[in-house]
């Protein structure tokens, strides 16, 4: 009664990443030979990323009639950024599953207009790609004349741990676009 790799029916394995909820959800239909049988999502102990999942069965103990039934598969993993595409193993073989994502209004605290925050995301110890995600999440800046933008840290985490060991760097910014300003203009002098 060990878990295995499981058939999953055509057209019936999806991933959903939302934002709202900062999880990615994977869902799948297995076909099993009987209705005893359990079926889930894991997440693969390869540290690499984007992480790799498997839909596996396992048989219930007690007897079955048999008769092939589609048994739901589910699994809840930590929100992926900049994933469009994950792999899952499954016994048909390997499947590369698009991504749906789910944007979400109330995933940035709301100390400014959501537009003008963003928090990027990057595997291990890497600032400078974790900074450039936050970047590109504020998409692109319109600023007048005689205005600049700056674009300031706000933010810096650092993620570890989970059943698979993982570390993510999480970088926080926040644009500002503020007028130019010249040198002070003196006033003239009254006689």
């Given at each position: 009664?060990d878990w295995?790799?499981?058939?999953v029916?055509d057209g019936t394995l999806?991933a959903?990443?939302s934002?709202?909820?900062?999880?990615?959800?994977?869902n799948?239909?297995?076909?099993?030979p009987?209705?005893?049988?359990e079926?889930?999502?894991v997440q693969?102990?390869?540290?690499i990323?984007?992480p790799q999942?498997?839909?596996?069965?396992?048989?219930?103990p007690?007897?079955?009639?048999d008769v092939?039934?589609?048994i739901?598969a589910?699994g809840?993993f930590p929100?992926l950024?900049?994933?469009?595409?994950?792999l899952?193993?499954t016994?048909?073989?390997?499947k590369?599953?698009p991504?749906?994502i789910?944007p979400?209004?109330t995933?940035e605290p709301a100390?400014?207009?959501p537009?003008?925050?963003?928090?990027?995301y990057a595997?291990?110890?890497?600032f400078?790609a974790?900074?450039q995600?936050a970047v590109?999440?504020?998409g692109?800046t319109?600023?007048?004349?005689d205005?600049?933008?700056?674009v300031r840290?706000i933010?810096?985490e650092?993620?570890?741990g989970?059943i698979?060991p993982?570390?993510?760097?999480?970088?926080?910014?926040?644009?500002?676009t503020?007028?130019?300003?010249?040198?002070?203009?003196?006033?003239?002098?009254?006689?």
């Amino acid at each position: 009664m060990d878990w295995h790799l499981a058939h999953v029916k055509d057209g019936t394995l999806h991933a959903v990443n939302s934002l709202a909820f900062h999880r990615l959800f994977i869902n799948a239909v297995v076909i099993a030979p009987t209705p005893g049988y359990e079926a889930r999502v894991v997440q693969l102990p390869i540290l690499i990323f984007p992480p790799q999942y498997a839909v596996e069965i396992r048989a219930k103990p007690g007897i079955w009639p048999d008769v092939v039934t589609d048994i739901p598969a589910f699994g809840v993993f930590p929100a992926l950024a900049n994933v469009r595409e994950i792999l899952v193993h499954t016994a048909d073989g390997t499947k590369t599953v698009p991504v749906a994502i789910i944007p979400s209004d109330t995933r940035e605290p709301a100390l400014v207009q959501p537009s003008n925050q963003a928090t990027g995301y990057a595997p291990g110890y890497d600032f400078d790609a974790a900074f450039q995600d936050a970047v590109d999440r504020l998409g692109p800046t319109v600023t007048p004349i005689d205005f600049i933008t700056h674009v300031r840290v706000i933010k810096t985490e650092l993620l570890t741990g989970g059943i698979v060991p993982m570390t993510l760097t999480s970088v926080t910014v926040e644009r500002v676009t503020v007028p130019v300003t010249g040198p002070p203009v003196a006033e003239p002098a009254h006689a």
